[in-house]
C-alpha cells in the first residue's frame, strides 16, 4: 500500500491493518522530510489521537496524519502506526 499526497508517497508498507476502511501504516514507513509537528489533538474510543502535518513542495496539509500514542486496550494493534486523513490517496 502507498499514501500519496501531492504526488509524492508518504509512506509505503505491504503491512497495514485496516480498522473501519481506513490503512494504518507502520510508522516507520512514514516519509519524515515531509511531515511537520502539530499540537493537534482528538479523542475517540481509540483513545487520544495526535497528529502530523504534511509539507510538500511548498504546500502544507495540516493535520493530515494521526497516530495513538497510548491507544485504548480495544485498540492495541494500532500502537506504532498512522492513518492518513481525507485528500492523502492510499493506493495498493
Known amino acids: 500500500m502507498k499514501a500519496i499526497w501531492n504526488g509524492v508517497v508518504i509512506a509505503e508498507s505491504d503491512d497495514t491493518v485496516v480498522v473501519e476502511g481506513e490503512h494504518y501504516f507502520p510508522e516507520g514507513s512514514l516519509k519524515r522530510e515531509y511531515v511537520s509537528f502539530s499540537n493537534h489533538r482528538t479523542t475517540s474510543p481509540r483513545g487520544m489521537a495526535h497528529y502530523y502535518s504534511l509539507f510538500v ?3 502544507l496539509k495540516p493535520d493530515a496524519v494521526w497516530y495513538y500514542p497510548e491507544p485504548s ?6 500502537k506504532g502506526r498512522v492513518a492518513f486523513g481525507q485528500g492523502v490517496q492510499v493506493v495498493d
Do not use: N
Request: charged letters at 35%.
Open 57 to 59: 513542495d511548498g504546500d
Open 73 to 78: 486496550e480495544a485498540a492495541q494493534q494500532l
